[in-house]
């Protein structure tokens, strides 16, 4: 963020006290991050990106809240009596939240130095516009380079706040971020109680469906309002998208999706695992070899034999993680179906579940069926 800017011709610098107390006299009064934004775009710090205005916002309110707690502090140890001090004056720098291991965790109203230890959520903290210190994840390597960035973001949002500081999960790497907050999904190594020893440090479960996992991302950092926003986006997204593809669906109901993995591995998925669901949003219907037992996560491993007798009104074959193996066994068995069979590469580095892994699923595979079918 630009720490020197001009505001109505006064030379603001953010983190100074003064001015800071100069704005918020002039801003309305609300903590409503995206509100306190857009009247800071139309106040003076329209050069701003729409990140750096959030910032500013969040500042500002910390800001005011701190003059509110203090000045009712004042007011009280003054003996203004009890109307002065109400409680209603003080606002709490810290919040109460429950997680999936039904802990009740103290973190702080607005967290700064947040460290997430999935993939789902730097994806999700960068829907809500969060800048994340680092996330401990691992795995994240094209041709032997490990990744700065999660590339596949990148078309929807270039230029997105991410940090991938961290590419093995590492108590020493984390203590060295100073992080206030961490948001873990189920893992083994660190285990949830070290982490906490070095922060607030909140166990969420991530879903296929990333609906409800982003609902206690953004209640954990303070950006519900947000949350709500992308939400109600990626619906009208998905709204538009049924009505285009619906005579796809009308000529093709019946969709099976065949996930190519590396080492000869074969894998099918139903409407619970993630790219499933998005087709399933669409109105296909997403089935599965028959008498294969799907797991509750969506996606069951089969040999490579049963693809060759495959029937269904189309197939979808993608890889894990990118572009397909044109030496992987399978792909010679498609050839002689006749079933069409539409090839997907995603792109490197995507996620599974996520309003912009979604989108990618959606683009990529609707072309893939397209491609086939016209």
């Not at 107390?21 to 106040?43: C, E, G, V």
């Not at 100073?178 to 873990?184: A, F, G, Q, R, S």
Request: proline share 8%; net charge negative.
């Amino acid at each position: 963020m630009t720490k020197n800017m001009t505001l109505t011709n006064r030379n603001l610098t953010t983190t100074d006290a003064e001015n800071l107390d100069t704005l918020i006299h002039r801003a309305p009064a609300t903590d409503d991050l995206l509100q306190l934004a857009d009247w800071l775009a139309s106040n003076g710090a329209d050069h701003l990106s729409a990140i750096g205005r959030i910032e500013l916002a969040e500042r500002l309110i910390t800001r005011r809240r701190f003059l509110i707690g203090a000045g009712a502090l004042v007011l009280a140890g003054c003996g203004l009596g009890d109307e002065a001090a109400a409680p209603t004056a003080i606002t709490e720098t810290t919040r109460k939240i429950i997680d999936d291991l039904s802990r009740s965790i103290e973190v702080p109203a607005m967290p700064q130095r947040i460290v997430v230890m999935s993939q789902q959520f730097i994806e999700l903290a960068t829907a809500l516009d969060i800048v994340i210190v680092g996330a401990g994840v691992s795995g994240f390597e094209i041709n032997g380079e490990t990744l700065k960035r999660l590339p596949y973001l990148d078309r929807d949002v270039p230029g997105a706040p991410q940090t991938l500081n961290l590419v093995e999960p590492s108590i020493e790497a984390i203590t060295a971020l100073n992080p206030d907050l961490i948001i873990t999904p189920p893992i083994r190594d660190p285990a949830y109680e070290v982490l906490l020893d070095i922060a607030p440090t909140l166990y969420f479960n991530p879903s296929t469906d990333w609906r409800p996992t982003l609902h206690k991302f953004a209640e954990a950092v303070g950006r519900t309002t947000q949350a709500e926003q992308v939400i109600d986006d990626y619906d009208d997204d998905i709204a538009a998208w049924r009505e285009e593809t619906a005579p796809l669906v009308e000529q093709a109901p019946e969709v099976m999706l065949i996930l190519l993995h590396t080492e000869e591995q074969v894998f099918v998925m139903n409407e619970d695992a993630p790219a499933g669901r998005v087709l399933g949003s669409l109105g296909f219907r997403v089935v599965v070899p028959e008498g294969v037992q799907v797991p509750e996560n969506g996606v069951a491993p089969v040999s490579v034999e049963v693809l060759a007798d495959l029937t269904t009104d189309v197939i979808i074959t993608t890889g894990a993680t990118g572009p397909l193996d044109p030496n992987h066994p399978a792909l010679p068995l498609f050839e002689s179906l006749d079933t069409p069979v539409g090839l997907a590469p995603l792109p490197a580095g995507i996620g599974n579940a996520g309003p912009y892994s979604d989108r990618i699923f959606i683009d990529v595979f609707v072309e893939a069926i397209r491609s086939v079918l016209t």
